[in-house]
Structures are given as C-alpha cells and as structure tokens.
C-alpha cells in the first residue's frame, strides 16, 4: 500500500467519530501524493505524515457559566495546538453548538497549510466550545467567554498560540476573553487577534477575510482573461466573511444577489444592501426575516437554496458541507463559472471534484479565505512594534498577499503537471514550508 493511504488508513481508524477531520485529512493527502511519492524513503523513515495528521497537543475543559436567571450550564472548550513548525499556533475560536473533537481537528489541520500559504510565521491552531450565543444576553456571552479564558490562559500567549475569531466569536467575545486573559495573566499583549481598534487592534481585520476572497478571486479571473465587473454573485451566510466578501464584490463592479443565515435566505434582484445587512447582523443581531423590512422587493426564503439562484460565481462563506453535490449540479446548470470557497471547507468531497470535472474555476477555502488569518498576523506584527497601521497599509498588504497566494498556487499546480487544479495547487504549496521545516527541526 502507498504511505499515503496507509496514513489515510490509521487516520480513519485512529479517530473514529471524526468524519470531517477524515475529509480534510483525505483531501489534503491526496493532493501531496505525487510530492509524497517523490521523497517516499525519507519522509516514512521520519514519519513525516503520522507527525502531520497528529495534533502536537489537543486540551479539552470543562467551561461552567451562569445564566441571567442564576442557572449554572456546562460546556465543553477546545484548543488543538496542531503545528508550530513554522511559527506560534494561530487560528480561531468557534462558538457553535455542532462544536466537538473532530471538527475542531478539521479546522486546525486545515489551518497549517491555509497559514503556511499567507507567507507568513503562522502555526496551524484551532479552539472553540459547543457554547450556542444565539439569544444569550451580553452579560450570559461575558460570562462564558471569561470562564472559558480563564482555563484557556493557561495554554496561550503572544509568542505560544494566538486564537482569534471564527463563527460565533467576533469582537464582543474577543474584547471579553483579553480582558480576563490580562487580569488573569497580568499582560498587555498580542495573544489574540480581531481586538477592537482602541486594545491593539488592526484596521481591516474586520474586512480581511471578506476582501481578501474577493481579491484572489478577483486576481484568479484576471489570470484566465475574465474580470468580476458585470458578475453576477451568490453568497450564502450572513456573518462576518459573508458581509464583508459581498461588500468588497460591490466596490469592484459585481452584483450580489443572496445572502443566508441558518434559518433561511433572501434573494434581492437589485443587489444585496450591505448597509442594511450589517445593521441586522452586526448592530442588532437579528435574524435575516428582518431583510425585506429595509429592502421591500427582496424575498425571503425558509431554510437552503442560494445555490439554486442563477450566477456566474459563488462564495459559499456559512460553514463546513454546505454545497453538496446537488447544488453543485445547479450551480453548472445555471452556468457558474468560479466558487472561491470563504468557509472552511463548505463544499464537500464529491461537489468539488463535479466542479472541478465541469471546468469551473475552483478555490479552496484554505488559499480563498487565508486573507483573514493573514491580516490576524499582521495585527501581530504590530502588536509586537507597538504601532499602528493605517486601513490603507494594511487592506494593501492584504491584497499583495492574496495575489501572490494565487500564483503560489496556480505555480504548484503547474509545477506538477496539475494545470488550473488550485486544490492540488493549494496542498503542495502549503505542505513544501511546513514539511522543509518539519525536516530541519528534527523528530520533534
Ligand atoms: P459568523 O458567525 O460571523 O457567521 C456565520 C454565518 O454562517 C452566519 O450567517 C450563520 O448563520 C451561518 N451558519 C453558521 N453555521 C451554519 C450552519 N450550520 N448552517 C447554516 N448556516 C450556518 O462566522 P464567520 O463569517 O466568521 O465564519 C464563516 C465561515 O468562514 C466559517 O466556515 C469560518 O470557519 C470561516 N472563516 C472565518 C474567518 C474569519 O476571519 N472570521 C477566516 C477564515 C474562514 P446563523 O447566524 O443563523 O448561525
Ligand atoms: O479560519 C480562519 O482562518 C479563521 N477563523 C481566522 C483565524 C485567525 O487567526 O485570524
């Protein structure tokens, strides 16, 4: 048997009940084959692979809070520390209450190679908790968020594992877990990343993931003689990379039509209005039922269906298997040219290879939406210089790392005979860093 499936063999059996850590894991070794293949004596003398698919260290803790009407609830917190080979753990914390084991494996594996694409000193990390925010009061969210940092300090720190945000966890639950890390922990310093302006954060954090897919794909278009001008978009979510990807597709002459949240989703013909979609969801927190109260031709539609809307491009950015092959099929039939994924893993195994068969464009979320842990790295940087840049400086760094991100990739691809293949392009590119570093470190 090859190392590879050998590898993808004991991943599946060492980790049963762990079907999206399989799928990350299965993709990504598939895709280093041919590299595998190339250095095969080496890299099983070093157990290279079982070191990649083996977290360094994973923590799990009891996360007791209070509610308003005195009741005590326990949850579960996260933090899987996966690979420091080229820098300090980095990546988010998710709130949600499908949060387990598995799928936080998923997001950190995931996140060494997204990390390691950005060009920058980033480990791959990921935490979270099954804690479900929706219809917790500020205090109740204040609550959770410093029992959960009040374990997890022990375990992070400016130069160890910097989390940030990811679903659930924006810049309320971040401003709550740095105020207890620091009463706790006594310092003022980098250990997380999305902070408001005021505490040490960046300008264009917020926008970074949102513009940043709007940018590699703006720039993957360019490379194959097409331009968003004039496009039409589908967007599913309604959260921080949704809003911010279907604003930036605005400003460079595309028209988004949809948008969704858990419950259901709007089709607007006259394009997506980005003022009235962050009043709903990131001033009062409401549900997108509210949409048709700001713009009156708009519909709302009860549970999944953006993928059925007709569109040249779609940027899936809610969560994880949310295109299947179904809609992939819809998507072909309406004539879709691109999906540049802005979730992590939103669209499965079996829709991606259909797209990719049909001839459509396809980023994978871990080169299309590295522009949000990028611009977490550069609010790092300037953590550390105790300085702060302008929105200009940083949206322009973002932008030069987006571009280059895709011709990293599309370089890969090429390099080995996998021609427009942005996932095998995406893999290899990610794995060279981390496994020359691996290599030079040791068996560590
Ligand atoms: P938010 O919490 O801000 O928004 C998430 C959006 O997705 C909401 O509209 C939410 O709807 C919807 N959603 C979440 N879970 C489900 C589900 N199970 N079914 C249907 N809809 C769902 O999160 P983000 O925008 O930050 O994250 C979105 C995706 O992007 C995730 O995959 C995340 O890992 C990824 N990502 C985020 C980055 C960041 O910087 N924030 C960076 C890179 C990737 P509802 O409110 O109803 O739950
Ligand atoms: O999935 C991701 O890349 C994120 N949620 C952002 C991580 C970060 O550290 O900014």
Redesign the pocket.
Known sequence: MSYVDEVIERVVKENPSEPEFHQAVKEVLESLRVVVEANEEAYRRDALLERLVNPERQIKFRVPWIDDKGQVHVNTGYRVQFNSAIGPYKG?L?L?P?VNLGIIKF?GFEQIF?NSLTGLSIGGGKGGSDFDP?GKSDREIMAFCQSFMTELCKYIGADTDVP???????AREIGYMYGQYKRIRNLFEGVLT?KAISYGGSYA?TE??GYGLLYITEEMLKCNGQSLQGKTVIV????????YAIEKAGQLGAKVVT?????GWVYDPEGIDVAALKEI?EVKRQ??TEYKKYRPNSEYHEG?GVWGVKADIALP????N?LNLEDAKKLVANGVIAVAE?????TTADATEYLQEKGVYFIP?KAA?????AT?ALEMSQNSERLSWTFEQVDAKLKEIMVNLFHNIDAAAKKYGFDGNYVVGANIAGFEKVADAMTAQGIV
């Open positions: 988010g998710r949600h499908s997001l997204k929706k940030a945000g990811d679903i659930g966890t924006g999305g954090r970074a993931t599913s979510g309604s959260g921080n990379v949704a809003i948008a969704s949240d858990s419950n969801k549900r997108l999944k950015c809610a969560t994880q949310e802005g979730a992590n893993m939103p979320g939406n590295a522009g949000g842990v977490s």
